[in-house]
């Protein structure tokens, strides 16, 4: 079809192809057997998606692309022989049982955290692998593990909802939050600023304390189009290497009665959250502020060296003492055009 028959809005719409979840070069595409199973099924789903696309060009080379990229994934996955495994020993595919947590380590593609499913590049696994019931792992800071329970048969996964760990609930049973998937199509566009009262237990706050914005290497964010519907999801290392993928921030401008602002500080949108449920779950625990409703002032495109971000510019007003952001060029260049 002629781009001359294609309006100007359907042209805006044109969706990015999400990459593959982050595999560092050289790292063998280690699966499970299930893992793999589920890549080809994902295949065959995208072929007829496809064939369902027709004539509309811009789905058509939005799936083709995305084939290409599974295909050389399935190519190089290397699936790995749980029955050779030494069974009192954590390694790829085992489900670990440390501090009343279940997790089990998978390939990449696998992962899902929330589920309870980890990368085995993840820092966690990395820790976890070789190590044997009984033993005792040190993370950063005071945090300390310790390996309950190692098995090669299917255990029951610690689910997280709503950043807290639950039981995965049997398929049968209704689950209390519906973790968002993956998905060709956008989603609905993201609904307006509603009341969360259900917020975190305020933190106090001291102007001794200072803010940093959090960097998570593995994490999961989401994946947008310009109108912030969801197209996929990308790990934050992914989404930083200069492939300017759009992922959704938001932007949090305090101000005192006299309208003045006082304090600037920024967070990813977490996958599956709305911004303002990341602003109101974020403000709450790193902030101490409780019971506020930011207004939404508005959103835009920025364009960095490394990253593209669909930011959203909230207000809100408050005199409390909060922590202190970081100074200097760098940090205030992220509101230049707020």
Not at 82 to 98: D, I, M, P, Q
Not at 282 to 290: R, Y
Request: glycine fraction near 6%; charged fraction near 30%.
């Amino acid at each position: 079809m002629s781009r001359g028959f294609i309006k100007e809005g359907d042209q805006e719409e044109i969706p990015r192809v999400p990459m593959r979840a982050y595999l560092p070069e050289g790292v063998p595409n280690y699966v499970t057997k299930e893992g793999l199973e589920a890549l080809k099924e994902e295949l065959k789903n995208l072929e007829a998606e496809r064939v369902k696309a027709g004539d509309n060009y811009i789905m058509v080379n939005f799936i083709d692309a995305s084939i290409k990229l599974l295909v050389d994934r399935i190519n190089s996955a290397v699936e790995v022989d749980l029955s050779k495994s030494n069974k009192e020993t954590v390694s790829f595919g085992a489900w670990v049982r440390y501090n009343g947590r279940v997790v089990r380590i998978v390939g990449v593609d696998e992962a899902d955290v929330n589920k309870g499913l980890i990368s085995f590049i993840s820092p966690i696994a990395k820790s976890l692998i070789g190590k044997k019931v009984g033993d005792v792992i040190e993370l950063k800071g005071s945090e300390k593990i310790t390996v309950e329970e190692v098995s090669f048969e299917p255990m029951e996964l610690t689910q997280i909802i709503n950043d807290k760990p639950v039981k995965t609930l049997p398929p049968t049973e209704k689950r209390p939050r519906r973790i968002i998937e993956e998905q060709l199509e956008p989603t609905t566009q993201a609904q307006p600023i509603v009341e969360d009262k259900t917020v975190a237990e305020p933190v106090k706050s001291d102007e001794s304390r200072k803010f940093e914005p959090e960097v998570n290497a593995t994490e999961f964010l989401p994946i947008v189009n310009e109108r912030g519907n969801i197209l996929g999801r990308a790990m934050y290392v992914e989404l930083h290497k200069g492939n300017k993928m759009l992922h959704p921030v938001a932007h949090l401008h305090v101000m005192n009665g006299k309208g003045e602002i006082t304090r600037r500080y920024w967070w990813h949108v977490a996958f599956g959250d709305t911004p303002e449920k990341t602003l109101k779950r974020k403000i709450a625990e790193t902030l101490g502020l409780s019971g506020v409703n930011p207004k939404l002032k508005r959103q835009y495109i920025r364009e960095a060296k490394t990253e593209r971000e669909l930011v959203y510019v909230f207000t809100v007003v408050s005199e409390e003492d909060l922590p202190i952001p970081p100074e200097g060029r760098v940090y205030l260049e992220v509101f230049e055009r707020d």
